[in-house]
């Protein structure tokens, strides 16, 4: 699947000698399709490539396999959130049950993991749990189901956006560090900056 851009021609990697090696190396990992995880299950990772594929309007298995991988980091790495309502469990336990309550739907809608699920009966279990009207089982006990879906979308939109591609087709020139901008007055652009087309 190829999203449409307005700017089809531009990729942001093709200013990478402009970064400090740091700033590349962290880039260019953002490339690698890594696909073992240190907290995630299989069940786990399919059922969060399904439900992104959905919350981001996006199939392709490059940027699915990274944003598996960057929310697999979060959860390893556990170094706690900035911020959490105080009825809402720590992040690692959220998204574990959370993900056992969605495939449970899966199961309970048609005798198939939610990642089997067509994608219309998807979408049904998504709006339901996204507005805290899918009926609670024992599994969902603990876990409020709008919070889920808010840590499911903020993880989700945090990596997608931090994908070079998605970088590329939106624009966005990445890191100005360390040649910074010059022409900053509005609808100036960088020479190295993409140009929209009509």
Same mark, same amino acid.
């Given at each position: 699947?190829?999203?449409?851009?307005?700017?089809?021609?531009?990729?942001?990697?093709?200013?990478?000698?402009?970064?400090?090696?740091?700033?590349?190396?962290?880039?260019?990992?953002?490339?690698?399709?890594?696909?073992?995880? @240190?907290?995630?299950? &299989?069940? %786990? *990772?399919?059922? +969060?490539? !399904?439900?992104?594929?959905?919350?981001?309007?996006?199939?392709r298995g490059d940027i699915m396999q990274y944003i598996l991988?960057?929310?697999?980091?979060?959860?390893?790495?556990?170094?706690?959130?900035?911020?959490?309502?105080?009825?809402?469990?720590?992040?690692?336990?959220?998204?574990?049950? @959370?993900?056992?309550? &969605?495939? %449970? *739907?899966?199961? +309970?809608? !048609?005798?198939?993991?939610?990642?089997?699920?067509?994608?219309?009966?998807?979408?049904?279990?998504?709006?339901?749990?996204?507005?805290?009207?899918?009926?609670?089982?024992?599994t969902w006990d603990g876990i409020p189901q709008k919070d889920?879906?808010?840590?499911?979308?903020?993880?989700?939109?945090?990596?997608?956006?931090?994908?070079?591609?998605?970088?590329?087709?939106?624009?966005?020139?990445?890191?100005?560090?360390?040649?910074?901008?010059?022409?900053?007055?509005?609808?100036?652009?960088?020479?190295?900056?993409?140009?929209?087309?009509?």
């Open positions: 699947m190829t999203k449409n851009s307005y700017y089809p021609t531009y990729n942001v990697m093709d200013e990478q000698n402009e970064w400090d090696p740091h700033t590349r190396s962290i880039v260019a990992a953002r490339l690698i399709r890594e696909q073992s995880y @240190g907290f995630l299950t &299989i069940v %786990e *990772a399919e059922t +969060l490539r !399904a439900w992104c594929g959905l919350l981001m309007n996006d199939q991988s960057h929310m697999d980091q979060t959860l390893t790495d556990n170094k706690g959130e900035g911020q959490r309502k105080r009825d809402t469990p720590p992040i690692r336990h959220l998204l574990r049950q @959370g993900l056992k309550g &969605i495939d %449970e *739907a899966g199961w +309970l809608t !048609a005798s198939l993991p939610f990642f089997k699920l067509n994608e219309p009966a998807q979408r049904q279990i998504m709006l339901q749990i996204s507005s805290a009207t899918y009926p609670p089982t024992r889920l879906f808010q840590k499911l979308l903020q993880l989700s939109v945090e990596a997608y956006y931090s994908h070079p591609l998605i970088w590329s087709e939106i624009g966005f020139g990445g890191p100005a560090y360390p040649r910074g901008y010059v022409r900053t007055a509005p609808g100036q652009v960088d020479p190295w900056e993409a140009v929209r087309k009509p």
